[in-house]
């Protein structure tokens, strides 16, 4: 097989991620619309990757002794305007503070600049028996430069 390149998991800029995306026919109703539950995903991979980069890796906080993973507790989504197949999408992730074991997470996707969509999420670090733990040491320490800085 070919040396194929690193999928492409966007980049950070002045502690933000940005991911693109691309609208697919498959993302979109008859109307070629996005269907609102795919905003949902889109800001997933936004969550997902912004982790791996950071230097957090899924697989090594469940190979952990308890194994912890990452729920979404709460999700807030605003629609504003509607993307559209074929369209260059831009996810911007910004993690905003760390409350015991909850992230709180600000997103918005975008096109061209103008915003689509925002949401607010609250993920929670829980061990696969769902009993909320805080993150671990070396994840906090991780991602503590991403975290907002309060005025």
Same mark, same amino acid.
């Given at each position: 097989?070919?040396?194929? /390149?690193?999928? %492409?998991?966007? =980049? *950070?800029?002045?502690?933000?991620? +940005? ?10 109703? &008859?109307?070629?619309?996005?269907? !609102? ?5 889109? $800001? ?5 990757? *912004?982790?791996?980069? &950071?230097?957090? @890796? !899924?697989?090594?906080?469940? #190979? =952990?002794?308890? #194994?912890?993973? %990452? ?5 807030? +989504?605003? %629609?504003? =305007?509607? &993307? ?9 992730? =910004?993690?905003?503070? +760390?409350?015991? /074991?909850?992230? !709180? ?7 061209? @600049?103008?915003? +689509? ?7 929670? $670090? ?5 009993? /909320?733990?805080?993150?671990? !040491? ?5 991602? @503590? #430069? %991403? *975290? &907002?800085?309060? @005025?």
């Amino acid at each position: 097989m070919p040396d194929l /390149p690193t999928p %492409f998991t966007g =980049r *950070f800029i002045d502690g933000e991620h +940005l991911l693109p995306v691309r609208v697919y026919y498959e993302d979109t109703d &008859a109307t070629g619309i996005v269907y !609102h539950g795919n905003y949902l995903r889109y $800001c997933e991979r936004g969550r997902t990757d *912004f982790i791996r980069m &950071a230097g957090v @890796s !899924h697989t090594g906080l469940r #190979a =952990r002794d308890p #194994a912890i993973v %990452f729920v979404v507790r709460r999700v807030e +989504l605003d %629609f504003i =305007r509607p &993307a559209k197949v074929d369209d260059a999408l831009l996810v911007r992730t =910004r993690y905003e503070r +760390l409350q015991g /074991p909850r992230i !709180h997470i600000a997103q918005q996707v975008e096109r061209d @600049s103008e915003v +689509l969509a925002k949401a607010k999420v609250e993920v929670v $670090c829980i061990t696969l028996e769902g009993r /909320p733990v805080r993150p671990p !040491h070396d994840m906090v320490n991780k991602l @503590s #430069a %991403f *975290f &907002a800085r309060e @005025s």
